[in-house]
């Protein structure tokens, strides 16, 4: 927890203008916790797709923004996470 701090603190110091993503992990008690943002403003709605596990295969969940094609995000049924973040 001590180690969150500062990186909380860093982010409240960039001013708003910057307009920069957020992605974060940690792990506590042997649990990891994932977290992001998207700091821009949009006129559409986000979206959530799911994907069934095939036979060999992993199931997915993904999610984006606007009408963009490819996901910003998501995780598979194993745990496995993707957060993407970008800065003007």
């Known amino acids: 927890m001590r180690r ?34 998207l700091d821009w403003v949009s006129s559409s709605w986000g979206w959530v797709r799911f994907m069934q596990p095939t036979e060999g295969g992993y199931g997915a969940m993904f999610f984006g923004a606007d009408d963009d094609i490819w996901p910003q995000g998501g995780m598979n049924d194993q745990g496995l996470v993707l957060g993407m973040a970008a800065t003007p």
């Open 4 to 37: 969150l701090v500062p990186l909380i603190l860093v982010a409240l110091a960039i001013p708003a203008v910057a307009s920069p993503c957020s992605v974060f992990n940690y792990t506590w008690d042997g649990t990891t916790r994932v977290g992001r943002n």
